[in-house]
């Protein structure tokens, strides 16, 4: 019955996942990827305060902040506030199909940083696994041109960037023993106000009243990725990990998003889904896969 449960709490995160690169491009029409962020944090704090509030949580969270303040100012810096600004750039310069799917190679960016950081050795099997996973963002990030005319190497930067700030994260996290929410409730809180001070800092040589203008859509769009981006869904898919008694058929579950959000990418926002795309991605997932094994 608990497996049954954790199914469904992944398959509910994953779709709601899949959605959110298409959200990222509709809310960036709006909204300057920093007002995304800011809007999109808030809203997942507000979320995390409302499931602790239910949850009746709140001494151990003040525990937490309280012993650990330097760490989560940190980890605030680099998530939400570091890491959604690249990401929510890369999206701006790039199509959707391309970002989502170089963003999905942050567990080879760990596990490469994961040498380094944790003194861990990579094998045989490890290394080809990344080399295939890196020929895929190859192959999308040019569309197969030699020529590299038409590749956007800023864009295609950002994104590995935010795969590395991503990875940094998570690794940072190994020997964190405090529990889940309660700590994504601090890296928030952190985070949020970092990003209050970007902004104050933004809107000093904000010459065209960028924040004075917002419009109902792009905030309801930032509330979007807030919600179904980082605060639901972080607790349905850590909810689902806590109840599966097979944590291996949870986790493969993830592979169904990218290619999900590639159909919503065509419907939705009307991009044409290049082969290149569906080649380089199956190549990320398969080495992501051999890697996991």
């Given at each position: 019955m608990d497996q049954r449960k954790a199914i469904l709490y992944a398959?509910?995160?994953?779709?709601?996942?899949?959605?959110?690169?298409?959200?990222?491009?509709?809310?960036?029409?709006?909204?300057?990827?920093?007002?995304?962020?800011?809007?999109?944090a808030l809203t997942s704090l507000l979320t995390f305060t409302l499931i602790l509030s239910v949850q009746q949580r709140w001494r151990e969270v003040w525990q937490v902040g309280r012993n650990r303040i330097g760490f989560y100012a940190l980890q605030g810096f680099i998530n939400p506030?570091?890491?959604?600004?690249?990401?929510?750039?890369?999206?701006?310069?790039?199509p959707a199909q391309q970002a989502q799917a170089i963003n999905y190679t942050w567990a080879i960016t760990m596990s490469l940083l994961a040498v380094p950081f944790l003194h861990q050795k990579l094998t045989a099997k490890e290394l080809f696994a990344m080399l295939l996973a890196y020929v895929g963002v190859f192959l999308i990030a040019t569309g197969g041109n030699w020529d590299f005319a038409q590749t956007n190497w800023v864009g295609i930067g950002l994104a590995l960037f935010s795969t590395l700030l991503w990875a940094s994260y998570w690794l940072i996290n190994t020997k964190n023993t405090d529990k889940p929410v309660p700590a994504l409730f601090w890296c928030f809180a952190w985070?949020?106000?970092?990003?209050?001070?970007?902004?104050?800092?933004?809107?000093?040589?904000?010459?065209?009243?960028?924040?004075?203008?917002?419009?109902?859509?792009?905030?309801?769009?930032?509330?979007?990725?807030?919600?179904?981006?980082?605060?639901?869904?972080?607790?349905?898919?850590?909810?689902?990990?806590?109840?599966?008694?097979?944590?291996?058929?949870?986790?493969?579950?993830?592979?169904?998003?990218?290619f999900i959000s590639l159909i919503l990418i065509y419907f939705i926002l009307g991009e044409t889904i290049q082969i290149t795309t569906l080649v380089g991605l199956s190549l990320i997932c398969v080495g992501l896969y051999r890697l996991r094994e």
């Open positions: 398959l509910a995160a994953v779709l709601l996942w899949s959605t959110v690169a298409t959200a990222f491009k509709l809310a960036l029409r709006y909204l300057t990827p920093l007002q995304l962020l800011t809007i999109a506030a570091a890491y959604y600004w690249v990401l929510f750039a890369a999206y701006d310069q790039l985070g949020s106000g970092w990003l209050v001070i970007f902004n104050l800092m933004n809107m000093i040589t904000d010459t065209e009243s960028t924040y004075v203008n917002l419009s109902w859509q792009g905030i309801g769009a930032g509330i979007y990725v807030g919600l179904f981006e980082m605060g639901i869904t972080f607790f349905l898919w850590l909810t689902a990990m806590r109840l599966a008694t097979k944590t291996a058929q949870i986790s493969t579950l993830i592979f169904l998003s990218p």
